[in-house]
């Protein structure tokens, strides 16, 4: 681990860390690692992370916000999926458990839904979540006004430039991603997985279900194949990713190549500051479907990170590229360096 400290502008506040939880044992994992929120989803179709394994029945979250509470910490309840036409009462009654539970806040992106909580819950906070794609002024304060949302999720899309200035042209709490997985479609509302499955990451909460993937061993390589299709091949002692098709490795014009989109993680530690002065609330790590290891390793870094920059300094970790996908690290669209 390389550690550099140095002294930096006085900052007014701490950010708030939110971590995900796939399972009540990564929720304590990472409330114990120091996260200040843990988010999480119900065991069903609400949530876009809708996996075998994963997820909270109405009882683990009744249990995971009773550990979480004694500690002061808090729990953010994703329901971020959309519903088919005629058929919102799963996701009403989502609504209406996180409530009655006493979740600290739901995280939300259909307009219906919003609207239900606001009408329906009014006292339970309702945080924008980044599916809605909100990242202009004129969209969040649309949402603020007519909905009472509290916080915005912001799309990895903005620089931090772009993020300095969308703060100070509105009045509510900014929520940016700084760890995890990234993906090139409009934040999550894909639509290519549901061409080769048939289950929609938007309404079915599923992206590559692992029952669509197969891997298997063809003339000494390792072939992943989703729903049929060829989405990569291994060759002997090569890392092997998990099969979606906006990063699949694909023969175009006679070369094999990622069109799309690289496996490569989002990694903003070193840029913390910056995200504090402009204006951000709280940052959040994605990977509610990575295990406790994970959980506890990239927490306890951020929290880390976190406390330094608030006293000042900044710290500079460099011992997380063995969690990051494809063991490669990008600042993403904050910086983008490409311009």
Same mark, same amino acid.
């Given at each position: 681990?390389?550690?550099?400290?140095?002294?930096?502008?006085?900052?007014?506040?701490?950010?708030? +860390?939110? %971590? !995900? $939880?796939?399972?009540?044992?990564? @929720?304590?994992?990472?409330?114990?690692?120091?996260?200040?929120?843990?988010?999480?989803?119900?065991?069903?179709?609400?949530?876009?992370?809708?996996?075998?394994? +994963?997820?909270?029945?109405?009882?683990? @979250?009744?249990?995971?916000?009773?550990?979480?509470?004694?500690?002061?910490?808090?729990?953010?309840?994703?329901?971020?999926?959309?519903?088919?036409?005629?058929?919102?009462?799963?996701?009403?009654?989502?609504?209406?458990? /996180?409530?009655?539970?006493?979740?600290?806040?739901?995280?939300?992106?259909?307009?219906?839904?919003? &609207?239900?909580?606001?009408?329906?819950?009014?006292? +339970?906070?309702?945080?924008?979540?980044? =599916?809605?794609?909100?990242?202009?002024?004129?969209?969040?304060?649309?949402?603020?006004?007519?909905?009472?949302? #509290?916080?915005?999720?912001? !799309?990895?899309?903005?620089?931090?430039?772009?993020?300095?200035? @969308?703060?100070?042209?509105?009045?509510?709490?900014?929520?940016?991603?700084?760890?995890?997985?990234? %993906?090139?479609?409009?934040?999550?509302? %894909?639509?290519?997985?549901?061409?080769?499955?048939?289950?929609? !990451?938007?309404?079915?909460?599923?992206?590559?279900? /692992?029952?669509?993937?197969?891997?298997?061993?063809?003339?000494?390589?390792?072939?992943?194949?989703?729903?049929?299709?060829?989405?990569?091949?291994?060759?002997?002692?090569?890392?092997?990713?998990?099969?979606?098709?906006?990063?699949?490795?694909?023969?175009?014009?006679?070369?094999?190549?990622?069109?799309?989109?690289?496996?490569?993680?989002?990694?903003?530690?070193?840029?913390? !500051?910056?995200?504090?002065?402009?204006?951000?609330?709280? @940052?959040?790590?994605?990977?509610? #479907?990575?295990?406790?290891?994970?959980?506890?390793?990239?927490? /306890?870094?951020?929290?880390?990170?976190? &406390?330094?920059? $608030?006293?000042?300094?900044?710290?500079?970790?460099? &011992?997380?590229? $063995?969690?990051?996908?494809? =063991?490669?690290?990008?600042?993403?669209?904050?910086?983008?360096?490409?311009?």
């Amino acid at each position: 681990m390389a550690v550099t400290v140095c002294k930096l502008k006085t900052m007014s506040k701490k950010l708030e +860390l939110v %971590c !995900p $939880a796939g399972t009540p044992a990564s @929720l304590r994992a990472a409330v114990d690692a120091g996260a200040d929120v843990v988010y999480l989803g119900f065991r069903d179709v609400t949530n876009a992370r809708n996996f075998p394994g +994963l997820n909270f029945s109405r009882d683990e @979250l009744r249990a995971g916000l009773d550990y979480a509470h004694a500690l002061d910490r808090q729990i953010y309840v994703t329901i971020n999926t959309f519903p088919k036409a005629g058929n919102s009462g799963p996701w009403r009654k989502a609504i209406d458990d /996180a409530s009655v539970l006493g979740a600290d806040a739901i995280i939300l992106a259909d307009i219906g839904l919003i &609207d239900y909580a606001a009408s329906m819950h009014p006292k +339970l906070r309702r945080h924008l979540s980044v =599916q809605a794609s909100a990242s202009n002024t004129e969209a969040i304060r649309f949402y603020q006004e007519a909905f009472g949302i #509290q916080r915005v999720i912001l !799309p990895r899309v903005l620089t931090v430039a772009e993020i300095t200035e @969308l703060n100070r042209k509105i009045a509510i709490e900014t929520e940016v991603f700084v760890f995890g997985g990234l %993906c090139v479609m409009a934040e999550g509302r %894909c639509a290519l997985s549901s061409y080769v499955t048939g289950k929609s !990451p938007n309404i079915s909460g599923v992206c590559s279900p /692992a029952s669509h993937v197969r891997y298997e061993e063809e003339e000494g390589r390792l072939v992943s194949r989703l729903g049929g299709y060829i989405i990569n091949t291994f060759s002997e002692g090569e890392k092997a990713g998990y099969p979606t098709l906006c990063k699949g490795r694909f023969v175009a014009n006679g070369q094999a190549h990622y069109l799309f989109e690289e496996p490569t993680s989002l990694n903003a530690i070193h840029i913390l !500051p910056e995200l504090m002065a402009a204006g951000v609330t709280a @940052l959040k790590i994605e990977g509610r #479907q990575r295990g406790r290891a994970y959980i506890s390793q990239v927490v /306890a870094a951020f929290r880390y990170a976190v &406390d330094a920059a $608030a006293d000042e300094l900044t710290v500079s970790r460099e &011992d997380l590229i $063995a969690v990051t996908e494809g =063991q490669r690290k990008t600042s993403g669209a904050y910086e983008k360096t490409w311009r």
